[in-house]
């Protein structure tokens, strides 16, 4: 149509559109059916003559809808579609239509397997032969056929996980153009640089001239590289090929069962460029097998890991004894430096009497041990046995190693060192040879800066040159090694501090111990290698690994093609034809090979200055409006029945508003039917309100100290609780530099307890014991660090050897489900009864009852003399009898609001004494225990 | 325009039950038209003017000596007792008028618009009943033309709709006019219906009424449409009492011309009346039913005759 994208498929049905006026006339003379009433006195019209009168004409309201109606109906029986596929031009000439299916075009795999399809037709409906050509098929020679059977071919494909390789298409489709001159190309393209886009253009612009289509998508796909395991996290690259892509996204890691690990957003700032951040603890960091992007349908938004990823827990031993304070010194600062960003390092603690062990039953990969004889027969057994079971371990030489008699080195070492460039030797300092082809090292430039200037030497003996790593430049083994069971034994010539050659500073001593770590994880596997590695006469075998499991070009992972081949040993680059990315090898040592190279980048093609048709393969999407124009007309008869309806008067029956409801469920139904077309559910489920969400209160109750009370539904209690803990805390406020706030009353069921540091609970026996849930929470509440003072308040009622009080029996029944440490009436020397006062013991309503507390440990003779004693941490529990709250209370004068027992202002101020020193105890713990506060603590008591 | 006209169903009107519910629907829809009669009648009563209500019917009039041959039942005892002779207890003698109400039930009484209060036949039965209440309480007996014997209880309202209840449930076809039997002397009759009728049959039956020298008050119920007309465009007239139809391509050009015919039926009517020494009400159902009731009530109390609209 003129100006709008609409063609129709059928349209001589829009001769239908010049019966329009002829319905307007029909309408018009026919109106609608008239209004039947009943009307009484209708004998007294009935004798009237017939005036010959024309009936009232249809309102012109509803011959506009009629006419509409017959309108719409006219178009959509002429089948209009929007955006309609390109008729093409080129009449009946043949066309080739060349498709890149590398993993680039999976995104929108099925745009571009539609938008080939529409062009398909289109030369169809021109008769015009096409021949189909994918691009990773280059070989082929794309042969003609009609529309329908190249239409079958279409659907049929499927995108790889690789770039493809366009130029190995070029001689086909030379060929092709040869030999149909004049024939019409469309190549619908990824829009990547990956695979000489630009130069594939360019031979194509020349071989088709100016019958040549270019389609493209504006929104470039993004791809993952490269991941790095690395202290703070696994970093995933995220790539993308030009700013029009996406700008932030997700990426998800998945372990080897597709369980999701994590998920961490990326977002691009400037450059194609991003990293997302998966933070995750090491162990489970190290299950992470596959990223990729979330939303990303294609093998190159998927990263696959294997063990080379994995974060190796390396321990440190050194022989020097600590010295904190000169850093600088000690080997274990080069070696944590050097392993710290790709391997969790871990040192034995200053004090463990067997460090090697310790380090062992923690299960590090790799065991450095930087100068430090081996004497002690169980340390040799333990590193024997580490070795047997796979690990793998490091040793630095140095003055104690060359002067023990130690034989767990991979060679025979001569016991003294050799000093090159000293003053007692002739010779220079050493630099570092080449590496040997079958080093691990290998690939890595030996910087010449390094020197050696002094190192232990190795016995010459056969086999010595296998074993050797490394190497100065006069042949001299630098670092050996040697196969022990499944593990490997690797040993430094040197020192891994600065004191016999530069080597640790520089940057190839990070890169060499990366390599050894590596190796830690395929030690298992890839024993053969390194057995053919220590052996120069052994037969050169090729090690293979079998491809396992392959992704297709979706990012899915299946069964391998049977054109993937199997990967030789040290594969290291991207996917291709014959190394689909995917894992390889047997299950318990899989090689991930992925689509990208981890130092790629993503660049978008440039095919400007290049003649030809361009064309978005997003536009390209044709619209059958057909549907929603039946729609239309069904909804605009439906109204039309309803106006008829109303007309004559039949709605008569409906209420009001029962119609008008109807009206609203017919538009509703409408409307469904009319996005039922092209509905694309992309509604995100609005964030719900999360269960566990902080209310109001918890908030309130984090960001003040404040003192609690458990409310026992006892009405007197519960109010001399709140006002003794009101009191307190303004006396703490008053006294102490703590400012309490409001104090609250809890229900150990319902409300979280960990915001604060004390509660108090007033026994009442009368009252139902909490839910089992609730003891639970309180007992979890007391090894989180809570304390709880419980308050029987049966001083006055308690005998000495008689039976429990109800209280007290209330209170064992309570506790019976709570871990309970030994409980011992409060000492004189405890560190509660120090912490702010010095008090004998915790008064309140009355003075006589006892107050229990968590057993201190027994005395040693280091501590028996000090005026205070603590354990490890603050009581969890404080049982006391006095009713401390009571005593507390207070009004607004400081006046008590209970009697006392046996009474006086200063057994008020003792109690809130006694009260201020709980609390300080519960926030301080054994602080005043502290040897500092001795002098002062018995200065005071002296007093 | 459309007026919301319609037919009650036959079920929806008070008397007119038809199956097996009758019962039901009575229950249902007569306790309302009764208590509206009742408050009706009861504010006629108390707002036009007080009237003497002591000893109509129940007052003592004097004692007599008993005559032997008497029946025992009748002698005071009370009296009797005190000295040797019997007497009876005689009362005076109360002689009440009678008047006969007769409702229009038929169908054409079912038509309420939207711009009436509630159907003719509702409004009808509600006057009827309320006048028959007004009457009895004023020493009157007062009887269903046709249906029943004059009564003058004090329940006169729900007796009445018993018997209308009755009645509906076994007639199907209600006649438009009242029944053909000569009324005796001096009694009054209240007709309420539309006479939506042929005027000479009306004249014929209102003659057969009053051939004995009765008289009365005929209570015309409109509908506000069937006065006002407010019909235009193309409408289809539906007859209610018979098949006819009438379609109407311009209903607005007939306004003129019923409201004519109307005017000259109405005035025929009640010129038959007059003749008859009847009264002639036009009520319409869009006013308050009291207006109508107080507009009988004086003409009843002044048996003048002459035509008002009320």
Redesign the interface.
């Known amino acids: 149509m003129i100006g709008l994208p609409v063609a129709f498929v059928a349209p001589l049905a829009l001769i239908g559109l010049l019966a329009l006026p002829v319905i307007w006339l029909l309408l018009r003379v026919t109106?609608?059916r008239?209004?039947?009433?009943?009307?009484?006195?209708?004998?007294?019209?009935?004798d009237?003559e017939r005036?010959d009168?024309?009936?009232?004409r249809t309102p012109w309201w509803l011959l506009l809808l009629r006419l509409a109606v017959a309108g719409l109906a006219c178009l959509a029986f002429a089948g209009p579609i929007w955006n309609p596929a390109p008729a093409g031009e080129g009449g009946k000439a043949p066309m080739l239509v060349m498709l890149d299916d590398g993993w680039a075009a999976a995104p929108d795999w099925d745009k571009r397997i539609a938008f080939a399809a529409s062009a398909i037709e289109a030369a169809g409906r021109r008769g015009a032969p096409v021949a189909l050509m994918v691009l990773s098929e280059g070989a082929r020679e794309p042969t003609l056929a009609d529309s329908a059977h190249t239409l079958d071919a279409l659907r049929a494909k499927k995108p790889q996980p690789y770039a493809p390789a366009r130029l190995a298409a070029l001689p086909a489709i030379e060929s092709f153009a040869q030999a149909h001159k004049g024939a019409g190309a469309l190549w619908i393209a990824d829009g990547l640089e990956a695979g000489d886009a630009r130069a594939f253009a360019e031979k194509l612009a020349h071989l088709f001239g100016a019958s040549l289509d270019f389609a493209s998508e504006d929104r470039l796909p993004l791809a993952l590289a490269g991941a790095r395991n690395e202290a703070q996290g696994l970093i995933a690259r995220v790539l993308r090929a030009s700013p029009a892509s996406a700008a932030a996204g997700r990426v998800r890691a998945s372990d080897m069962k597709g369980q999701t690990l994590a998920e961490a957003p990326f977002v691009f700032q400037k450059g194609n460029e991003a990293e997302a951040k998966i933070d995750l603890p090491v162990e489970l960091r190290n299950d992470v097998a596959r990223l990729d992007i979330i939303g990303e349908k294609s093998a190159g938004a998927v990263s696959l890991l294997d063990d080379r990823w994995k974060r190796r827990r390396v321990g440190l031993v050194s022989g020097a004894s600590a010295d904190v304070a000169q850093p600088l010194l000690a080997p274990n600062y080069y070696l944590s430096k050097a392993l710290g960003p790709y391997a969790d390092v871990r040192e034995a603690r200053a004090d463990a009497t067997d460090p090697i062990g310790a380090l062992i039953d923690d299960g590090v990969d790799v065991l450095v041990l930087s100068d430090m004889a081996i004497g002690a027969p169980d340390v040799r057994e333990k590193l024997d046995k580490f070795l047997a079971e796979g690990g793998v371990l490091v040793r630095f030489a140095g003055t104690r190693l060359a002067g023990s008699q130690d034989d767990l080195t991979p060679v025979q070492l001569r016991r003294s060192g050799r000093v090159l460039g000293g003053a007692l030797s002739w010779e220079t300092p050493k630099k570092l040879g080449p590496f040997d082809e079958k080093s691990p090292f290998a690939g890595l430039a030996a910087p010449d800066d390094v020197t050696v200037l002094r190192q232990v030497l190795a016995e010459p003996e056969p086999g010595l040159p296998a074993r050797t790593w490394a190497q100065l430049a006069d042949h001299t083994p630098l670092v050996t090694a040697e196969r022990r069971g499944k593990g490997l034994l690797v040993l430094f010539h040197i020192t891994a501090d600065t004191t016999w050659s530069n080597l640790p500073i520089s940057g190839l001593f990070p890169e060499m111990l990366r390599r050894i770590v590596a190796l830690s994880g395929a030690a298992a596997h890839t024993a053969p290698a390194e057995e053919e590695l220590s052996s120069t006469d052994a037969p050169q075998k090729a090690e293979t690994f079998a491809p396992n499991r392959t992704l297709d070009g979706f990012g899915a992972f299946g069964a391998p093609p049977g054109n993937a081949r199997a990967l030789a040993a040290g594969f290291r680059g991207a996917g291709s034809a014959d190394h689909p990315p995917g894992f390889y090898g047997p299950s318990d040592a899989l090689v991930a090979v992925n689509a990208l190279e981890p130092d790629a980048n993503l660049a978008a093609a440039d095919l400007s200055g290049i003649s030809a048709r361009r064309a978005t393969i997003e536009q390209a999407q044709p619209i059958d409006l057909r549907a929603p124009l039946i729609a239309c007309v069904f909804m605009l008869l439906l109204a039309d029945a309803l106006a008829s309806l109303w007309l004559g008067?039949g709605l008569?029956g409906f209420r009001a508003r029962r119609a008008s409801a109807a009206v609203a469920v017919l538009a509703t139904l409408g409307a469904l039917a009319f996005h039922a077309g092209d509905a694309r559910a992309q509604n995100a489920p609005p964030p719900a309100q999360q269960p566990g969400a902080p209310t109001q209160r918890d908030i309130d109750a984090a960001l003040v100290t404040r003192l609690a009370y458990v409310v026992t539904g006892d009405p007197r209690a519960d109010e001399a609780s709140k006002a003794g803990l009101q009191s307190l805390s303004r006396t703490l406020a008053e006294r102490t530099s703590l400012t309490p706030g409001d104090p609250v009353g809890v229900d150990p069921a319902r409300d979280e307890l960990v915001f604060y540091p004390m509660l108090y609970w007033p026994i009442s026996a009368t009252r139902p014991q909490p839910t089992a849930a609730a003891v639970q929470k309180i007992a979890a509440y007391m090894k989180q660090g809570g304390m709880i003072v419980f308050d029987t308040r049966d001083a006055l009622t308690q005998r000495p050897g008689g039976p429990p009080t109800p209280e007290q029996s209330w209170l064992r029944k309570l506790l019976e489900g709570v871990d309970v440490p030994e409980l011992e009436p409060v000492p004189r020397d405890h560190v509660v009864t120090k912490t702010f006062y010095l008090i004998d013991g915790f008064i309140g309503r009355t003075a006589n009852g006892q107050t229990w507390i968590e057993a201190l440990p027994p005395e040693t003779p280091d501590t028996a003399n000090r005026p205070a004693r603590a354990g490890d941490s603050v009581s969890p529990i404080v049982i006391a009898s006095n009713d401390l709250a009571a005593a507390w209370a207070g009004d607004r004068y400081g006046e008590g609001r209970y009697p006392l027992v046996p009474g006086g202002a200063r057994q008020r101020e003792l109690a809130l004494r006694g009260g201020v020193n709980l609390v300080m105890y519960t926030l301080t713990g054994n602080y005043k225990a502290d040897q500092v506060h001795v002098r002062d603590l018995l200065n005071r008591l002296g007093h | 325009m459309t007026t919301g006209a319609r037919l009650i169903d036959p079920n929806e009107s008070a008397a007119a039950p038809q199956s097996r519910q009758i019962a039901l629907d009575l229950a249902r829809r007569l306790p309302a038209v009764v208590v509206a009669a009742k408050e009706i009648a009861a504010s006629i009563l108390h707002g036009v003017h007080g009237r003497r209500r002591a000893g109509s019917g129940e007052t003592f009039w004097q004692f007599r000596p008993f005559t032997s041959g008497e029946a025992a039942a009748r002698i005071d005892w009370r009296r009797s007792a005190r000295d040797d002779r019997l007497y009876v207890r005689e009362r005076e003698w109360e002689a009440a008028h009678t008047l006969w109400l007769w409702m229009d039930l038929s169908p054409s009484m079912g038509f309420v618009s939207d711009l009436a209060l509630q159907p003719k036949v509702d409004r009808a039965l509600t006057l009827g009943l309320a006048a028959a209440d007004l009457l009895v309480r004023g020493g009157e007996r007062v009887g269903l033309l046709g249906l029943s014997r004059a009564l003058a209880t004090r329940d006169i309202v729900d007796r009445l709709a018993e018997i209308l209840a009755v009645e509906a449930g076994l007639t199907r076809e209600h006649d438009d006019l009242p029944p053909a039997q000569a009324l005796a002397p001096r009694t009054r009759a209240i007709l309420i219906g539309d006479f939506l009728v042929a005027p000479d049959t009306f004249a014929d039956r209102l003659r057969t009424l009053s051939s004995r020298g009765a008289s009365g008050q005929i209570l015309m119920i409109a509908d506000p449409v069937e006065e006002t007309f407010p019909f235009a465009g193309h409408v289809e007239f539906l007859d209610v009492d018979s098949n006819a139809t009438l379609r109407v391509g311009r209903a607005e050009s007939w306004r003129a011309e019923y409201e004519r015919r109307l005017a000259a039926h109405r005035a025929r009517i009640a010129d038959i009346a007059r003749a008859h020494d009847f009264t002639f009400v036009v009520h319409r159902t869009d006013r308050p039913a009291s207006e109508a009731l107080l507009a009988l009530r004086a003409r009843l109390e002044a048996g003048s005759v002459y035509g008002a609209i009320a």
């Not at chain 1, 008239?34 to 009935?46: A, D, H, M, V």
């Not at chain 1, 009168?53 to 009232?56: D, H, N, Q, S, V």
């Open positions: 109106p609608p008239p209004e039947r009433t009943p009307f009484p006195p209708l004998r007294l019209l009935l009237i005036r009168e024309t009936p009232a008067g008569r």
